[in-house]
């Protein structure tokens, strides 16, 4: 098969839609990877995300890291705005409404579960002093 693919994410995008939604090669190999489509704040023209999820219960949780950066990601400014989202998850397109948590118990409970199934976002906070948000995906219907 030839690769059309020309950006870093299009090459995963491509990876994951001839794979059952599964990345199976580069360094994001084997991790649960979403793809989100959510509003832009500012333009609002579409735009689209990749992310690291866990679940909970019947939700994908996402972390604002940035690999740790100082800055929050524009896709959490997105969605603060525009909740309304699109998830390809498995090759299923999911519609879902997104609730960014800052702060408090619910943040923090997900934050810990989020790290604990992915180790390598608890190395993101050493990077940085910022309290990085958790967005609860919640699909309309399931």
């Given at each position: 098969m030839t690769s059309t693919a020309t950006s870093f994410e299009d090459i995963i995008v491509e990876d994951m839609r001839a794979h059952g939604g599964q990345v199976t090669s580069g360094p994001l190999a084997g991790h649960p990877i979403l793809i989100m489509t959510n509003t832009g704040a500012k333009s609002s023209e579409p735009r689209r995300a990749l992310l690291t999820y866990s679940r909970d219960a019947g939700e994908y949780i996402v972390a604002g890291t940035a690999g740790g950066s100082p800055t929050t990601p524009s896709w959490v400014e997105n969605v603060r705005r525009n909740p309304d989202v699109t998830l390809e998850v498995d090759n299923r397109m999911i519609e879902a409404v997104a609730t960014v948590l800052n702060r408090g118990e619910e943040r923090d409970r997900l934050w810990q579960q989020h790290?604990?199934?992915?180790?390598?976002?608890?190395?993101?906070?050493?990077?940085?002093?910022?309290?990085?948000?958790?967005?609860?995906?919640?699909?309309k219907s399931n």
């Amino acid at each position: 098969m030839t690769s059309t693919a020309t950006s870093f994410e299009d090459i995963i995008v491509e990876d994951m839609r001839a794979h059952g939604g599964q990345v199976t090669s580069g360094p994001l190999a084997g991790h649960p990877i979403l793809i989100m489509t959510n509003t832009g704040a500012k333009s609002s023209e579409p735009r689209r995300a990749l992310l690291t999820y866990s679940r909970d219960a019947g939700e994908y949780i996402v972390a604002g890291t940035a690999g740790g950066s100082p800055t929050t990601p524009s896709w959490v400014e997105n969605v603060r705005r525009n909740p309304d989202v699109t998830l390809e998850v498995d090759n299923r397109m999911i519609e879902a409404v997104a609730t960014v948590l800052n702060r408090g118990e619910e943040r923090d409970r997900l934050w810990q579960q989020h790290v604990e199934r992915l180790p390598h976002f608890g190395e993101y906070a050493k990077k940085t002093d910022r309290i990085f948000p958790v967005v609860r995906l919640t699909p309309k219907s399931n």
